[in-house]
């Protein structure tokens, strides 16, 4: 008998299917808005291959981390927390396993405007404040800039956006009341003795409120 196959002979091919769809692990993570007003709501919404769990810290009165994969919650928060969604079933070697984002509930605070100076010594400057629609700037004080490690006192202008710009002296301070969401552009015009050293930061001190 040949060893060769006859033309008859049924050829079998044993196929393997593979497993292999995309590995456990965070697709998507997002906390929004990341500055409130104290107990105002935030939306989470999270996208993860595999099972689960939603973690706060500090976790409000309630909290409950047993999520599906992919879902939205809303939740009012109190007091500056992080949210952490995990992947359970994820290798954490591989660096999916967790996504992180921290919500601030706004105090009075330094804002920082990063400096550009043109030939006139005019300074510019801008801060975006991504906030929920309720936050607001009541006041605005203590103009200064920043030189190297040296903060100093410094008359300052500031427009709110969508706002009227308002100047204010050294150690000055100037009401608002105005939404804090948005781009805000601070100004000033240094002296001549002022030019050797120009600054990196303009600074204002914003009262938030609601």
């Known amino acids: 008998m040949s060893g060769k196959c006859s033309a008859g002979a049924a050829l079998v091919i044993s196929l393997v299917t593979c497993g292999c769809g995309p590995s456990p692990g965070v697709v998507a993570f997002n906390v929004s808005p990341p500055l409130i007003c104290n107990a105002a709501p935030v939306t989470i919404s999270w996208e993860v291959r595999g099972n689960a769990a939603l973690q706060a810290d500090p976790a409000p009165s309630g909290w409950n981390a047993q999520v599906a994969s992919k879902d939205q919650r809303q939740v009012n928060v109190l007091n500056d927390t992080t949210f952490m ?9 591989k660096g999916n396993s967790h996504a992180s984002q921290s919500v601030r509930v706004a105090p009075t605070q330094n804002q920082a405007a990063q400096a550009t100076c043109d030939a006139s010594l005019k300074c510019t400057g801008s801060l975006q404040i991504s906030a929920g629609s309720a936050l607001r700037v009541k006041s605005v004080a203590q103009p200064s800039v920043k030189s190297g490690l040296q903060v100093q006192d410094h008359a300052l202008c500031v427009t709110p956006p969508n706002g009227t710009r308002v100047c204010l002296n050294p150690k000055g301070s100037a009401l608002l009341d ?23 930061q303009l600074r204002l001190v914003f009262d938030f409120g609601c």
Do not use: K, Q, R
């Not at 100004?187 to 990196?200: H, I, V």
């Open 178 to 200: 105005a939404p804090a969401n948005g781009t805000w552009a601070f100004d000033t015009t240094l002296s001549a003795d002022e030019s050797a050293t120009l600054p990196s």
């Open 85 to 93: 969604i995990v992947a359970l079933d994820a290798n954490p070697a």
